[in-house]
């Protein structure tokens, strides 16, 4: 079981060094620096993990390592879903690493996030700036006033602080690396009413 997370944190370092920003230098530096450290959080059920099964087996190695340990994960959801049960129910994150993290530090929130299919996450903004990596599944993601632009496996996704951003899903669930950096506060995040 303890060699599935060595993995998993070995592709990941790999691959927020192939990003090459600083931000994902950040990232890297810390997924190297807490890839030893054991989680001091259980492992817990959102309700949108009912669409965990839906995912693609087989669509890439990262993948399927994730969705292998997806049952050892702290999920959650997010501020701004709880107002909206629409979002409660089909967007859950796991915070790995961070202040509130399964392996807890300051410096940077770095994760996973689930959106089930069909689903639009309204459009919201936080003081963090935001890195976002699409592991598997087709979904639009729009920032300020501009329209939806569609992104896929491989795909990087920045958005900067307090920068309006939302996504929304088609016929399968997204599932997506996430790592915040700067502000790393919850207080000031927004969403807009549905
Ligand atoms: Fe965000």
Redesign the pocket.
Known sequence: MREGWVELFDSLEKLYASEGSDFARDAQKILIESSSLLPTKQASLAPACRHLPALQRDSSALSDLIISLSDQFSWGYSNGAKANQQLSENLAYVERIGPTGMIVDSRMRIGFFLQGPKISYLK???P?E?LYYVVQGKSGWAVDDLPFQDKKSGDWIL?RSMQP?AMLTYDQPMLAL?AWRGDLSTAAYEIVAS
Do not use: F
Request: negative net charge; without cysteine; hydrophobic residues 40%.
């Open positions: 919201h903004w936080h963090a935001e958005h951003h996430w």
